[in-house]
Nanobody, 115 residues
Framework: QVQLVESGGGVVQAGESLRLSCAAR????????MGWYRQAPGKERALVAR???????QYADSLKGRFTISRDNAKNTVYLQMNSLKPEDTALYYC?????????WGQGTQVTVSS
């Protein structure tokens, strides 16, 4: 069993930055990738960014250049640095980890960007 502990969400003004953290606790076997998704009210959950076991990254096209994902392997933690935030970035941000045999999700952390 793996538990994902998310932190770093909050309320900020447009143009400001936030950094989200997600720590994976438990036995990590067959690591494939770890990443962030977000879901705004009335919309489907969508990929924000993920980082694979080889260190390669994938971003939503619309977020390239503003968001950066990174990983601390020793801490089993992934970070999402979000810069120049916009009101449309307001959403519930979920962390996930993809292992060999299953995927786990965090509870989500709210990010609200006011104009």
């Amino acid at each position: 069993q793996v538990q994902l502990v998310e932190s770093g969400g909050g309320v900020v003004q447009a143009g400001e930055s936030l950094r989200l953290s997600c720590a994976a606790r438990g036995i990590i076997f067959g690591f494939n990738s770890m990443g962030w998704y977000r879901q705004a009210p009335g919309k489907e959950r969508a990929l924000v960014a993920r980082i694979r076991s080889d260190g390669s990254t994938q971003y939503a096209d619309s977020l390239k250049g503003r968001f950066t994902i990174s990983r601390d392997n020793a801490k089993n933690t992934v970070y999402l640095q979000m810069n120049s935030l916009k009101p449309e970035d307001t959403a519930l941000y979920y962390c996930n980890i993809v292992l060999l045999d299953r995927t786990y999700w965090g509870q989500g952390t709210q990010v609200t960007v006011s104009s």
